[in-house]
């Protein structure tokens, strides 16, 4: 056998060895890195993607250019607005079994050349409440328009449901972008804690997920899929393996099965789901109206922060007996020194008190009120804050959803109106409070007509209306004209409800404010004197009540409720022979569901004369 040839020695072409020279090798495979493999893989998938992206748009079919709500879905669908015949043509009017919740609108299917369609959705707050569409941002929006920029057709819509929250906003503008809107405004965030749901796991998906999920949906392939699985398997699959939760047509809000915020109570995984879905509910409103080339304006939902107190409070989980009674203990003794006038005295126990358990929101509210008191307004307006985000029944949107807010605005480029910092730079101490707002949520008209030209300013900068804000004189033309068409009787009865839903909620303060502006506005109305003194009657302002109760029964002698009212006022009084009259009177006219009730009182009032001595 030969010896295997040295390294140093190799053969050339003719077959002879030279030193010095490399192999020739007779196999050199090029060795590719994982990276390329994957690099190269990519490619080919995204060319084939693509291919398959041009044949499906060549064949005419379309991207769903965002996703459904895999939450939650709706037990009955009915339009919000509805075909009807309005003087001689027809248009898109508010339909009638939805104008308990909706403003009255109405607007031609196709709009006419020119037109720049503006839809307000959102809440309570952008239909009007407690008054209506006129006064809202939306009424306001729709008079100064014209007056800043005559020379464009202007339409603005109040698309604002009473209650809603942005799962139904977002669902309702599925129905509105088929009106050729040019603009959305939202201002949503008030009602997300309103209704009772319950989340499959989907909502615990990263949020990457989402931002996948909806950029995979767009892609014609994925329309295809979604839409032979639909077929296939007779449903649309859900990014989630259980079904959303099936809320009803319309809201059924868990307060409307309680007395007051009772079924509250502290929840943070629940809050968190909560806040998820809000954050992907404006992503969603704002891909629906990017899917028909409209424009959003997002603006945070604000709140009045020194003149609500919090609707319900709890302690932290796990505070044992002790510590609540010793907490309550301090609290009271800081109602005691604020009696005697001494509220750096007060301070000191509240401060006691929040080392014990800072959880409730009313001890917040207590300490702001004693801080504002002392003239201490930054630290007032921190404790007003922390009371409004520890409300155990949130009816005013909490700090994260306007940080939500201001962060979608940032990520999507979507213009922002901060509508509650811009009340807090116009507001007393920086602190919003009965200037600003009507009750808790409901600004004033005021404040309504300021975010009106706010929208404008907005647009002004994104290049919508150009020049078009109104000068000073306009302004005050538009004001004058607004302001004059109120009917008193509608900010009366307005005003009269609230003290009502006030009342209902426990919160007495801002009720009997409610009821005395409603009497300011209206006081030839006996409903008016009616709710007015009952809301004085539950802050034990009785001799108010009695006065109230008396004008109301002076207009209407029928007034069978105000009888009865001012009979257990006389009671309590020992005027018994005063309330027996009334009691008389609440029988003879009162309702027939009523009758047990009054005999009860008549029978009540009876005994107490006959063992005072005194005839009936």
Same mark, same amino acid.
């Given at each position: 056998m030969k010896k295997r040839r040295s390294a140093s020695r190799h053969e050339s072409n003719d077959g002879k060895e030279r030193p010095g020279q490399a192999p020739l090798s007779k196999t050199s495979p090029a060795r590719i890195s994982v990276v390329r493999k994957v690099v190269f893989a990519s490619i080919a998938v995204l060319l084939a993607v693509g291919m398959l992206e041009a044949l499906l748009a060549l064949v005419g079919v379309e991207s769903e250019t965002y996703i459904k709500d895999p939450y939650v879905g709706f037990a009955s669908e009915s339009p919000l607005f509805v075909e009807q015949r309005v003087d001689g043509r027809t248009v898109m009017a508010t339909a009638r079994e939805r104008l308990s919740l909706f403003n009255p609108q109405q607007f031609s299917r196709k709009k006419t050349p020119g037109t720049f369609r503006i839809f307000?959705?959102?809440?309570?707050?952008?239909?009007?409440?407690? #008054?209506?569409? =006129?006064?809202?941002?939306?009424?306001?929006?729709?008079?100064? &328009?014209?007056?800043?920029?005559?020379?464009? +057709?202007?339409?603005?819509?109040? =698309?604002?449901?009473?209650?809603?929250?942005?799962?139904r906003v977002a669902h309702l503008m599925e129905e509105l972008i088929q009106y050729e809107p040019d603009l959305f405004v939202i #201002?949503?965030?008030?009602?997300?804690?309103?209704?009772?749901?319950?989340?499959?796991?989907?909502?615990?998906?990263? +949020?990457?997920?989402?931002? &996948?999920?909806?950029? *995979?949906?767009?892609?014609?392939?994925?329309?295809?899929?979604?839409?032979?699985?639909?077929? @296939? *398997?007779?449903?649309?699959?859900?990014?989630?393996?259980?079904?959303?939760?099936?809320l009803s047509g319309e809201v059924d809000a868990q307060l409307d099965h309680t007395v007051g915020p009772s079924s509250y109570h502290r929840?943070?995984?629940?809050? +968190?789901?909560?806040?998820?879905?809000?954050?992907? %509910?404006?992503?969603?409103?704002?891909? *629906?109206?990017?899917?028909?080339?409209?424009?959003? $304006?997002?603006?945070?939902? !604000?709140? %009045?922060?020194?003149?609500?107190?919090?609707?319900?409070?709890?302690?932290?989980?796990? $505070?044992?007996?002790?510590?609540?009674?010793?907490?309550? %203990?301090?609290?009271?003794?800081?109602?005691?020194?604020?009696? /005697?006038?001494?509220?750096?005295?007060? $301070?000191s126990f509240l401060d006691q008190a929040l080392a014990v358990d800072a959880a409730p929101a009313h001890l917040h509210f207590l300490r702001a009120q004693v801080l504002d008191r002392l003239g201490r307004f930054d630290e007032a307006k921190a404790s007003y804050l922390r009371a409004r985000d520890e409300d155990v029944c949130p009816l005013r949107a909490p700090e994260p959803v306007l940080a939500i807010l201001r962060d979608i605005a940032h990520q999507t480029h979507t213009p922002l109106i901060d509508f509650q910092s811009f009340l807090d730079h116009r507001s007393e101490n920086g602190i919003p409070g009965a200037t600003e707002f009507l009750d808790h949520v409901h600004p004033s008209m005021?404040?309504?007509?300021?975010?009106?030209?706010? *929208?404008?300013?907005?647009?002004?900068?994104?290049?919508?209306?150009? @020049?078009?804000?109104p000068d000073e004189t306009a302004i005050r033309q538009v004001t004058r004209k607004v302001m004059d068409s109120v009917d008193p009787h509608e900010q009366a009865v307005g005003m009269m %409800? $609230?003290?009502?839903?006030?009342?209902?909620?426990?919160?007495?303060?801002?009720?009997?404010?409610?009821?005395?502006?409603? @009497? /300011?506005?209206?006081?030839?109305? !006996?409903?008016?004197? #009616?709710?007015t003194g009952l809301a004085a009657r539950m802050l034990n302002q009785n001799q108010e009540a009695e006065g109230f109760l008396r004008k109301a029964i002076g207009l209407n002698? +029928?007034?069978?409720?105000?009888?009865?009212?001012?009979?257990?006022?006389?009671?309590?009084?020992? /005027? &018994?022979?005063? @309330?027996?009259?009334?009691?008389?009177?609440?029988?003879?006219?009162?309702?027939?569901?009523?009758?047990?009730?009054?005999?009860?009182?008549?029978?009540?009032?009876?005994?107490?004369?006959?063992?005072?001595? =005194?005839?009936?």
């Open positions: 307000s959705v959102g809440g309570s707050t952008t239909f009007g409440r407690p #008054y209506a569409d =006129a006064t809202s941002f939306s009424g306001w929006l729709r008079e100064f &328009l014209p007056a800043g920029a005559p020379a464009r +057709k202007w339409e603005v819509i109040n =698309a604002g449901g009473v209650s809603y929250a942005s799962y #201002y949503s965030g008030h009602n997300e804690f309103l209704e009772h749901r319950l989340y499959t796991k989907v909502i615990e998906a990263p +949020k990457i997920s989402h931002r &996948l999920r909806r950029t *995979i949906g767009r892609l014609r392939t994925a329309t295809l899929v979604g839409r032979f699985l639909e077929k @296939a *398997i007779g449903g649309r699959p859900q990014p989630g393996s259980e079904s959303p939760t099936l929840d943070e995984e629940s809050k +968190k789901q909560i806040l998820d879905h809000y954050a992907f %509910n404006v992503n969603r409103m704002i891909d *629906i109206a990017a899917s028909v080339g409209a424009r959003v $304006l997002l603006i945070t939902p !604000a709140s %009045n922060l020194r003149a609500c107190s919090p609707f319900k409070s709890e302690h932290r989980e796990g $505070l044992d007996q002790q510590s609540i009674h010793s907490w309550q %203990n301090l609290l009271g003794r800081a109602h005691q020194a604020l009696r /005697r006038d001494a509220p750096q005295e007060a $301070l005021e404040s309504h007509r300021l975010l009106a030209l706010e *929208i404008i300013a907005a647009l002004g900068r994104e290049g919508v209306v150009g @020049a078009g804000i %409800n $609230l003290c009502k839903v006030l009342g209902w909620a426990g919160k007495r303060d801002e009720a009997y404010r409610a009821g005395l502006e409603a @009497a /300011r506005l209206e006081p030839g109305s !006996a409903e008016v004197q #009616y709710e002698p +029928k007034h069978a409720e105000a009888h009865c009212a001012l009979g257990v006022i006389l009671e309590d009084q020992g /005027r &018994l022979q005063e @309330a027996l009259t009334h009691y008389e009177s609440a029988l003879a006219h009162g309702r027939i569901e009523q009758r047990e009730r009054d005999v009860r009182n008549l029978e009540s009032v009876k005994t107490k004369l006959g063992a005072a001595g =005194a005839k009936p």
